[in-house]
């Protein structure tokens, strides 16, 4: 009830008063930013105009002058004399706004003086402005880029006939460098309007910044199609309005101003973002609620003062309840009151670190379940190696090069967990190969190789029961898989083998090149790096191969020069067959794709 009188009071004159200032500031603040737009543009424009006023009275001049050197005589044999070229260099050294001119008779001969030269795009014009020219008539071209990076320049090409005694003699081209209405644009700019200039046909002729490029379609911008539709009516406004302009999904409100320019049929325009342009009035706005927000929490707070003595201790109980409920079970409430809500707060404390003691435990056995579960793993992958005399260790260096490598690809820790597991245990299923096929100190047979290639699927089996190891079974029973779709035990080929076992394939294969075995002696690292970089794309997966060589690259592993050691001989059972000259390259083709395809020993 308090609150309410002191609103009735103080809230709602204020309201009142700031709607009626808002309503009296908002149409002024509104007129001064569009005629402040309005103004911009018809300066532009009328500089724009006498600009080109200027131009064709400069060419009017030569165009008298030569006539006055030639003797009315611009022939083949008079419009390369001395004089017509000097005025004619001349001419194009006197405004830094001319990059060339050019005078061609009546037989289409001439000459031409400038620091440019004339593209295809400018050819084409100056044979439309020669055809203007035959029939008595000034020409202005179509804005135009010429060169190429730093040195590309914006340019126009203006013409006049060159008459005497009613009698055709010739045209005189220039081109004009439109440079200065680019920086006269960006002047514009720095004062936070976007200013840009368009054709009768909507085409840009400049911009103020880089995104804006000459002869760029503008017709999708409302304002342009405005500009366009009035036709020869435009010539007689400069027009302000609101209009919007999409950018993808985004729709940006915006207030623009239009003024043409007569004597070219351009419009120079120039726009700002709606909230930008009345950002006056935006805060005037704000500065008139501010003022009654303000009132309002004045009022509020001298409510609340007077209920405070009933509402705190509540307060600070419902504080420490949804504490709790955000789990932070060290929260206390601290009241020091003797009613009956003190004794529920010692109550809700003694709660409090009942289960937050509760919450401890059950953290702790998480914990030690964890690392229980890590060691058996590890126990289990440890049992495995040790059952074989060659890759002892072997799965503790492929976990830690997959890790190492799937952390280089950027992936999130969740993943990196599953590779950890999945790495430790990719050769689980070796528990499940006799010893006298996991030991033989030889090659293997090829029904022998048929036995051991089962490991991949015995692994898998294996965990399969368990289903929180779901995840890391790809990487067990696919390590194999070869991206040519020569692995086992499904022969996948490409994105159809996951990303998981591809990994483990990358670190299983440089683990293998580089310690002992009984088919190889051991690589150094460079060594099955290249025999690794050979198999990427092939058979090995890009993306990981990279990884791992961005690795190694960094000294992050570091391989211990690998000791000689001598094979056993080959058993009597496995004869090769040799190798001719002609299929020499095969053999060796097979045997580096034998030495990098993880050997399931």
Same mark, same amino acid.
Do not use: C
């Given at each position: 009830?308090?609150?309410?009188?002191?609103?009735?009071?103080?809230?709602?004159?204020?309201?009142?008063?700031?709607?009626? $200032?808002?309503?009296?500031?908002?149409?002024?603040?509104?007129?001064?930013?569009?005629?402040?737009?309005?103004?911009?543009?018809?300066?532009?424009? &009328?500089?724009?105009?006498?600009?080109?006023?200027?131009?064709?009275? @400069?060419?009017?001049?030569?165009?008298?002058?030569?006539?006055?050197?030639?003797?009315?005589?611009?022939?083949?044999?008079?419009?390369?004399?001395?004089?017509?070229?000097?005025?004619?260099?001349?001419?194009?050294?006197?405004?830094?706004?001319?990059?060339?001119?050019?005078?061609?008779?009546?037989?289409?001969?001439?000459?031409?003086?400038?620091?440019?030269?004339?593209?295809?795009?400018?050819?084409?014009?100056?044979?439309?402005?020669?055809?203007?020219?035959?029939?008595?008539?000034?020409?202005?071209?179509?804005?135009?880029?010429?060169?190429?990076?730093?040195?590309?320049?914006? $340019?126009?090409?203006?013409?006049? %006939?060159?008459?005497?005694?009613?009698?055709?003699?010739?045209?005189?081209?220039?081109?004009?460098?439109?440079?200065?209405?680019?920086?006269? =644009?960006?002047?514009?700019?720095?004062?936070?309007?976007?200013?840009?200039?368009?054709?009768?046909?909507?085409?840009?002729?400049?911009?103020?910044? %880089?995104?804006?490029?000459?002869?760029?379609?503008?017709?999708?911008?409302?304002?342009?199609?405005?500009?366009?539709?009035?036709?020869?009516?435009?010539?007689?406004?400069?027009?302000?309005?609101?209009?919007? $302009?999409?950018?993808?999904?985004?729709?940006?409100?915006?207030?623009?101003?239009?003024?043409?320019?007569?004597? =070219? &049929?351009?419009? /120079?325009? /120039?726009?700002? %973002?709606?909230?930008?342009?009345?950002?006056?009035?935006?805060?005037?706005?704000?500065?008139?609620?501010?003022?009654?927000?303000?009132?309002?929490?004045?009022?509020?707070?001298?409510?609340?003062?007077?209920?405070?003595?009933?509402?705190? %201790?509540?307060?600070?109980?419902?504080?420490?309840?949804?504490?709790?409920?955000?789990?932070?079970?060290?929260?206390?409430?601290?009241?020091?009151?003797?009613?009956?809500?003190?004794?529920?707060?010692?109550?809700?404390?003694? @709660?409090?670190?009942?289960?937050?003691?509760?919450?401890?435990? =059950?953290?702790?056995?998480?914990?030690?379940?964890?690392?229980?579960?890590?060691?058996?793993?590890?126990?289990?992958?440890?049992?495995?190696?040790?059952?074989?005399?060659? +890759?002892?260790?072997?799965?503790?260096?492929?976990?830690?090069?997959?890790?190492?490598?799937?952390?280089?690809?950027?992936?999130?820790?969740?993943?990196?967990?599953?590779?950890?597991?999945?790495?430790?245990?990719?050769?689980?299923?070796?528990?499940?190969?006799?010893?006298?096929?996991?030991?033989?100190?030889?090659?293997?047979?090829? &029904?022998?190789?048929?036995?051991?290639?089962?490991?991949?699927?015995?692994?898998?089996?294996? =965990?399969?029961?368990?289903?929180?190891?779901?995840?890391?079974?790809?990487?067990?029973?696919?390590?194999?898989?070869?991206?040519?779709?020569?692995?086992?035990?499904?022969?996948?080929?490409?994105?159809?083998?996951?990303?998981?076992?591809?990994?483990?394939? $990358?670190?299983? +294969?440089?683990?293998?090149?580089?310690?002992?075995?009984?088919?190889?002696?051991?690589?150094?690292?460079?060594?099955?790096?290249?025999?690794?970089?050979?198999?990427?794309?092939?058979?090995?997966?890009?993306?990981?191969?990279?990884?791992?060589?961005?690795?190694?690259?960094?000294?992050?592993?570091?391989?211990?020069?690998?000791?000689?050691?001598?094979?056993?001989?080959?058993?009597?059972?496995?004869?090769?067959?040799?190798?001719?000259?002609?299929?020499?390259?095969?053999?060796?083709?097979?045997?580096?794709?034998? /030495?990098?395809?993880?050997?399931?020993?």
């Amino acid at each position: 009830m308090i609150l309410g009188v002191l609103a009735l009071i103080s809230v709602v004159p204020m309201y009142f008063y700031s709607e009626q $200032v808002e309503s009296i500031n908002r149409e002024r603040l509104i007129t001064n930013e569009r005629l402040l737009q309005n103004t911009v543009t018809r300066s532009l424009a &009328d500089d724009i105009a006498q600009h080109q006023e200027s131009l064709h009275m @400069m060419l009017g001049n030569l165009s008298s002058a030569l006539q006055v050197a030639s003797g009315g005589d611009v022939t083949a044999e008079h419009v390369e004399a001395p004089e017509l070229r000097a005025l004619l260099e001349h001419f194009v050294s006197s405004s830094p706004d001319l990059a060339y001119a050019t005078l061609l008779n009546s037989e289409s001969k001439g000459i031409s003086a400038g620091r440019i030269a004339p593209d295809a795009f400018l050819q084409r014009d100056l044979v439309r402005a020669y055809d203007a020219a035959r029939e008595g008539r000034a020409y202005s071209g179509q804005a135009l880029v010429v060169g190429s990076g730093k040195a590309a320049r914006t $340019v126009m090409l203006v013409s006049t %006939p060159v008459m005497y005694a009613g009698r055709f003699l010739g045209m005189i081209g220039a081109v004009e460098d439109l440079q200065f209405l680019i920086h006269r =644009l960006q002047e514009v700019n720095r004062g936070g309007l976007t200013p840009y200039v368009v054709d009768s046909e909507g085409r840009l002729v400049a911009g103020a910044t %880089p995104e804006y490029a000459t002869g760029q379609d503008m017709t999708n911008s409302e304002i342009v199609r405005n500009f366009l539709e009035q036709g020869s009516q435009a010539q007689l406004v400069a027009a302000t309005r609101e209009f919007s $302009v999409n950018e993808g999904k985004t729709s940006t409100k915006m207030l623009g101003t239009y003024s043409p320019v007569a004597n =070219l &049929d351009w419009a /120079v325009i /120039v726009q700002k %973002p709606r909230e930008e342009a009345y950002r006056g009035v935006f805060e005037m706005q704000r500065t008139a609620r501010l003022l009654a927000l303000l009132a309002i929490l004045l009022s509020i707070g001298i409510s609340i003062f007077a209920a405070r003595r009933i509402t705190n %201790p509540l307060e600070i109980l419902t504080a420490s309840s949804r504490a709790i409920a955000r789990g932070d079970f060290s929260h206390r409430v601290q009241l020091a009151s003797r009613t009956e809500i003190g004794e529920l707060a010692a109550t809700f404390n003694t @709660m409090s670190e009942d289960l937050e003691q509760f919450v401890l435990d =059950l953290k702790r056995a998480a914990t030690e379940n964890r690392e229980l579960f890590m060691g058996s793993i590890q126990m289990l992958a440890g049992a495995v190696d040790e059952k074989d005399p060659y +890759t002892r260790g072997h799965s503790d260096r492929v976990t830690r090069y997959s890790l190492m490598i799937a952390r280089e690809m950027g992936h999130p820790e969740e993943f990196l967990e599953i590779v950890r597991v999945s790495a430790q245990l990719h050769d689980v299923g070796k528990i499940g190969i006799e010893d006298r096929i996991l030991k033989k100190p030889g090659a293997l047979t090829p &029904d022998e190789f048929d036995i051991m290639k089962t490991h991949t699927t015995k692994g898998a089996n294996i =965990l399969r029961p368990v289903a929180q190891l779901k995840a890391m079974i790809p990487g067990i029973e696919l390590h194999h898989e070869s991206l040519d779709g020569r692995g086992y035990p499904r022969g996948l080929q490409g994105e159809e083998i996951p990303l998981l076992p591809r990994i483990i394939a $990358v670190a299983d +294969t440089f683990d293998a090149l580089t310690t002992n075995r009984p088919y190889q002696q051991a690589h150094d690292a460079e060594a099955a790096l290249r025999i690794i970089h050979n198999l990427s794309g092939k058979r090995l997966d890009p993306t990981a191969v990279a990884a791992l060589a961005a690795i190694y690259e960094r000294g992050e592993i570091r391989i211990q020069k690998p000791s000689v050691v001598v094979p056993p001989p080959a058993p009597p059972s496995l004869v090769q067959a040799p190798v001719t000259p002609s299929s020499a390259p095969e053999a060796r083709a097979d045997i580096v794709a034998a /030495v990098a395809e993880v050997s399931p020993r």
